[in-house]
């Protein structure tokens, strides 16, 4: 559809991270504010510039004559003889304290477990896979329980499972997750369905069917029939979704065996070869070092195998463009097999913390030049906000010194003083600056497409949220006690959601009350690829 | 004033935690759920009865009838000839799942810090104390900048500081806080206004106004005179108070010795005499081995004191109603005396994971015998809600076995099975209702109120929260591209902030996901003592 416009104005302040050479320690990661304009294109949704001198309305008509742009919404405001390039305006309120941000990156969610959100007990990940996750992941192969589907959904999946993935998607753009990187299930219909309804409300998504054919772990009631089948089945996911978006521009399959537990040598074998049929090469999503007792199994059902992170590399799974979710307890060689093949990590801190499955040394792993991302993992994770999973890597990495693998099991640090021995005390916490840009730049290359995502640099595209703080109490309102109307504060004073802003704030405070206080509440709008995809109500 | 009503029936579900003997495990903690109705009296606040046969509506009015009760809203529905009793019903919808619950308790919250909430930046105790904590409480000293003051609030606290404590007493009361045990600031004006502003919105407190008298610790811009000074200030907020709730119905007085490093011996010993002055003897509150600095600290001070917890008894502080906040980093000998006298530990668990200051064992205190509730601790917290410190406190819980206070430093349990020298792995978690219960039971314990709050039995005060998580979807409902209106679902779904309900669920799970997903969107009323204090807008 060709738009009525040929770029999006955005108009008001902008906060990124910047992107940093591979070289320099992330300890140093810092927001970037910039307040002027910047133009996407209908064309690509891409940022075409900007300009930071346009920040008065006088200078902002400059930049717009210069241009010979006209807005379609007001085409009186700056003349208009028919020969001007149509724009749209869109403007960050700076009294509300309104501001861009590059939209987040989910890493590692599974799609199916939503409705299990919140529904974990004290379980740790064995029992947890067997007691909440399989039974709720098998539903989405019950036969289509209401006739379903339209020319955009596939018929032949239940309506139980499109309503729960209409549902996920919803939810996470309505926190700004721009990007998610989803477990499916094992069902070829349900899984199509999850990338239609992706392509449809317009997220970028990798879409992973999960391929878990080992009889002596999965439950007879959820599994492949064997490893042929886990290859073939994922191979029709494959040819839906190229056929949904042949170019990938927003929904690209991605292979996903669950875990080395899940998976006979066969179907590993398999899926590693069927990633790398395609040029380039597929994405591939997994699993590793979650757990304690999961590290031990898996030692025990591959003895051939060097190591956990050894058992994917065999069958050529562990690439550029594979996503590790977890890795919370990786010895110092997996880690550096890890890197050797230049493989991701998606962090998971909520779900670490509420499976207790312990806490990934984010800070050595970025020291060694692993590259890591953020994940909410629902429903391990409680939370489809990113905004929570960066808050609580922040919370985590201010734990993990009085954990006993940070003290005891190698984790030991390259410092910036040469010393390897010794972490340097208060080194391994995260800043909320480097959780967000875990959250942005980081999740983006972790997907591979860090030229792409993460940032407002010139020819990124835009896949960004508004976020909305609200205004600043004025020192005039006064307590209840002493207004006559009788009515709440919080009415009056105009905080979005629970960011309370004083006026006091420095612009980098604000970003940290949002962190720590903010929620959905404070997205207001939500931009993939330039197409407004959310809108707050 | 006189009600226009005697009594409010409260009609529908009802959730609360059962009253523990000191001798049942903590680990059996459940949810109890009743459904009927319950009514509260007008005159005293407390719950005279309930019936939890009266669940539908032929019974209800039954009920009704039985006590010759008529509502006043609806007097002709029940007939109405001028004698009967006049009511009002409050309804929670079972529709739209909801249901009564026991107001929370924040045994632990320094309301001048409010505005500082997400701003800690990567600090622990001792330096955020200097850099974010003492200046943000010293404005609270600032000569009144505008004439401030009503017949209800004192004249010559700043504007400013009324101004946010207003906030705060607004925050909490939205996030289901119907009694906090407040730190104030140095400033006798500001703590007896917040004390103020408190009894006129209705949420039950705890007022202290902070003693830190010691030169060699606190900044000279921000101290106590004098050791006499802390004690004829405090003196003065407690005549203060005394005078606007002369029976402490609602707000109360506590003594409040910031912490051991702060305090001369002088004033340790003066403020313990000033709590035993009175009959019964005030509450107290302090911090106590949060931090291990700290901790080092105060054994640098205090040399002719056996322990941390010491200091404290040497001066008659360490009593039965005395709030320890944190104790993160106890030794059993502390554990041992702490118990001796029945003094309650505040558990802030966001702000121990906020500073880094480790995790406090929260299971062996509760095996040992000695009274824990929840705390928010803002601003070392970064949160007002205590359904945060609930998650944080289950969250932390699950990382405990990993730290190596737990593995090593003589945190041994008391087992059911006998053996003292080997923790029973998983035994540390808390689970939901646990945190629950330290959220309401816990808490009431925590400031010696456990016969009237906490729960729902009979002859307790109504202290209580209406709790809304909203509809199910329906499986009528489509997904987006099922329907041709274009809405997006989740307005039609009707879930309330980011509970999502999908049908299959248990009341126990409803709860759950109310924990792990809920926040203030969630408290559609807040009552105390009878008294409507909080409604959503």
Known sequence: MAQAYAYTIYRGT??????????????????????????????????????????????????????????????????????????????????????????????????????????????????????????????????????????????????????????????????????ASYFATVHVPATNALAALCHSRGQRAFIGRVCMDNPDFCPPYYKDLSADDSVSATRSTIEYIRGLDPKGTLVNPIITPRFAPTCTRPALEGLGKLAAEFS???????????????????????????????????????????????????????????RQR????????????????????VRTLLDEGITVGLGTDVSGGYSPSILEAARQACLVSRLLGHTTSFCQKGDKHVHENGHADK??????????????????????????????????DEGMIWDAQLIELGSVQELSEKPLDMRT???????????????????????????????????????KAVWVAGRLVHSKS
Chains 1, 2 share one sequence.
């Open 423 to 456: 972490p340097i005390i208060g080194r391994e916490k995260l800043s909320v600056e480097e959780s967000l840009y875990l959250a942005t730049r980081g999740g983006a290359a972790v997907v591979d497409m860090a030229d792409d995502l993460g940032g407002f």
């Open 280 to 338: 380039p090469p597929l994405h591939i999503q997994t699993h590793i070092s979650e757990n304690t007792n999961e590290c031990a199994l898996v030692k025990e059902l591959f003895p051939e195998s060097e190591s956990y992170a050894d058992v994917y590399d065999r069958y050529n799974l562990l690439t550029k463009r594979t996503i590790l979710a977890h890795a919370v307890h990786l010895t110092p060689d997996e880690r550096n097999l890890i």
């Open 14 to 179: 902008f906060v990124h991270t910047p992107r940093l050479p591979d070289s320099t320690p992330r300890l140093k990661t810092e927001l970037v504010r910039n307040r002027g304009a910047l133009w996407v294109a209908s064309a690509d949704g891409r940022i075409k510039g900007f300009d930071w001198q346009a920040r008065d309305d006088a200078s902002f008509k400059e930049l717009m004559t210069r241009n010979g742009w006209v807005d379609v919404d007001a085409p009186q405001t700056y003349g208009y003889d028919g020969n001007e390039v149509k724009v749209k305006i869109v403007l960050a309120s700076e009294e509300r304290n309104e501001f861009f941000f590059p939209g987040f990156i989910d890493t590692h969610i599974h799609a199916p477990q939503f409705p299990n959100v919140g529904l974990f007990g004290s379980s740790t990940l064995l029992d947890w896979l067997e007691t909440y996750t399989f039974p709720v992941e098998s539903g989405f192969g019950a036969q289509a329980d209401q006739p379903g589907g339209t020319d955009k959904l596939p018929n032949d999946a239940p309506l139980s499972a499109l309503r729960i993935y209409d549902q996920v998607v919803a939810r996470t753009l309505s926190h700004g997750t721009t990007c």
């Open 342 to 361: 230049d493989a991701k990590i998606s962090h998971c801190p909520a779900s670490n913390s509420a499976l207790g499955s312990g806490i990934a040394p």
């Open 485 to 523: 109307d009788g009515a709440p504060s919080l009415v009056k004073a105009g905080p979005v959601g629970n960011v309370d802003l004083f006026g006091a704030e420095t612009w980098e405070e604000k970003i940290h009350k949002w962190v720590w206080s903010g929620d959905d509440r404070n997205v």
